[in-house]
């Protein structure tokens, strides 16, 4: 089993920045993919920002330019950087691992973007 501890999350401003961090222990695979994805309420979660092994890196439409995901592969973690939040960002933020076909989920972050 893989575990992931998520920190970072909280209320900020419009334009504001904050950083989210994962970190994940347990059973870790060779090879992964890890994200961060976000769900509204009463909607499904969406991607936000994936990082594949290595360092190519895939991003929503609606946050590429504004975050920046990366990972530390020796800490077994994985940041996200958001800088020029807006109110529709405001969400509850997932981290994800991904190997395989399996897919392990963080407890989630909330954010919350208003003034």
């Known amino acids: 089993q893989v575990q992931l501890v998520e920190s970072g999350g909280g209320l900020v401003q419009p334009g504001g920045s904050l950083r989210l961090s994962c970190a994940a222990s347990g059973s870790i695979p060779l090879i992964y993919t890890m994200g961060w994805y976000r769900q509204y309420p009463g909607k499904k979660r969406e991607m936000v920002a994936i990082?594949?092994?290595?360092?190519?890196?895939h991003y929503a439409d609606s946050v590429k330019g504004r975050f920046t995901i990366s990972r530390d592969s020796a800490k077994n973690s994985v940041y996200l950087q958001m800088y020029s939040l807006k109110p529709e960002d405001t969400a509850l933020y997932y981290c994800n691992l991904a190997s395989f076909g399996k897919n392990y989920w963080g407890q989630g972050t909330q954010i919350t973007v208003s003034s």
């Open positions: 990082i594949i092994h290595g360092s190519t890196t």
